[in-house]
């Protein structure tokens, strides 16, 4: 199997951070993704530079406007849902319930949750501020990960 490197056209590299090594890789035009990991080879784009950039003011707690392009959602729903969850303020929290009626379909919970597992960036799509009624909810990392994350922003919406 070929690592993203290695394919034509794709850039990779990382950055240290509380949780350990974030990854992240991207496209000529679009952030493809974020993960915890080490990049295999450093390959390096203007879109990997603005990622690396971003989540260094992340990391210090002065998080930069979102101007990253991604690749477009799968659907007009799934628009309205990464819009939501990317205008939650660093420090905040929503319920699955408040991103579906902001994303206009308010019985559709299950369906952000859903959206919220297959959530390929990390971090700067803040799928981890998005909770349950009661409690933490979901998250494709780990509770422990999106535990570390929400105490890192001092959300205060909820108690970890």
């Known amino acids: ?15 240290e951070s509380f949780l350990g090594p974030i990854r992240f ?3 000529e035009e679009y952030l493809l993704g974020i993960s915890l990991g080490v990049a295999k080879t450093v390959r390096v784009n203007k879109i990997t ?7 260094g003011s992340y990391l210090a ?3 930069l406007e979102p101007s990253i392009p991604l690749l477009p959602p799968k659907s007009p729903f799934a628009a309205n849902v ?12 929503a319920t699955y319930s408040e991103i579906a009626k902001k994303a206009g379909n308010p019985k559709a919970a299950r369906a952000v949750g859903a959206l919220m597992r ?3 960036y990390m971090i700067f799509v803040p799928c981890h501020r998005v909770i349950a009624q009661k409690g933490l909810g979901g998250y494709n990392g780990g509770l422990e990960i999106k535990r570390k994350l929400l105490e ?3 959300c205060e919406s909820i108690n970890l």
């Open 25 to 27: 890789w991207a496209s």
């Open 118 to 120: 297959s959530n390929p």
């Open 152 to 154: 890192f922003e001092e």
């Open 49 to 55: 530079e603005q990622t690396k950039e971003w989540l």
């Open 82 to 93: 990464q819009k939501a969850v990317m205008a939650i303020p660093f420090g905040s929290c």
């Open 1 to 15: 199997m070929k690592s993203l490197s290695s394919v034509s056209g794709l850039y990779e590299d990382w950055i």
């Open 61 to 63: 707690k002065e998080p």
